[in-house]
């Protein structure tokens, strides 16, 4: 498996970002996440493990070299990533007094950016299996 360094640097980066993320949620003041005050303790519980297990399963997927896996986790990022967008645009645009709104633009960009590094791990994983079918072929020929 080989990964560019570029793609390796922003997944490392994005890993460090979810893992700070789910900590700060995990073992910060249980009663607001961010903007949003919340009742009761598990929000923040469900969030922050959201972070964590997804930073986690890209992390292992890397490690091992399953690009598959990678992409999973890099899915599950994904997806978290935008339930915060959503519930960032909720708040910040539909409660007045309009306010905030970056944080949903922040959030959605990291959704996409996500979305943009799970393409790329299923692209590249397909990439390297069909490179090893194609020289399995060659060398079945000789």
Known sequence: MTVCRPMRVIIIVGVLTLLLRGADYLTGDATQIGLFRVDGDLPP??????????????????????????????????????????????????????????FAADYAARAVTWGVITGWLYMRAGVMEARRKKAGEGAARE
């Open 45 to 102: 519980l469900v969030w922050g493990l959201a972070c964590v297990i997804a930073a986690v399963i890209v992390s292992v997927g890397m490690l091992v070299k399953r690009l598959e896996v990678a992409a999973f986790g890099a899915l599950l990022a994904s997806a978290t990533y935008t339930m915060f967008a959503v519930q960032s645009a909720d708040q910040a645009l539909f409660t007045p007094p309009v306010d905030d709104w970056r």
